[in-house]
């Protein structure tokens, strides 16, 4: 099982979900979600929810949540994605030629 390493600044939560996969998940499925996470925090980079607390907290919890549940690779990412099209200038095309058709489907199927 390939370790990954923790880049600096990055809190140990985010290990935590990438430990989690690696129990279960192939490198590659794990460097996808590992795009996603980059391409949702960037995304969502400088939004807050109401109560202060950063935007991406959230998903990033969803995420860890269903890598509990030893869920697929894009499940886990569309966790991760799903407030993109409707909260960012992002569209379900992007997210298609992204991330796959798969993941843009899911990300659409829970967006309001």
Known sequence: ???AKKPS?????????????EAYLPTDKIKE????????????????????EPFFEHPKQTALFLADLKLDA?????ALLHDVIEDCDISYSQLSEEFGEDVAYLVDGVTK
Do not use: C, W
Request: aromatic share 4%; hydrophobic share 40%.
């Open 74 to 78: 894009n499940t886990i990412s569309a």
């Open 33 to 52: 979600v590992t795009a996603a996470y980059d391409f949702a925090e960037g995304a969502h980079s400088g939004q807050k929810r109401l109560s202060g």
């Open 9 to 21: 600044g990055i809190p140990d939560i985010d290990q935590n979900l990438v430990q989690k996969m």
């Open 1 to 3: 099982m390939v370790k």
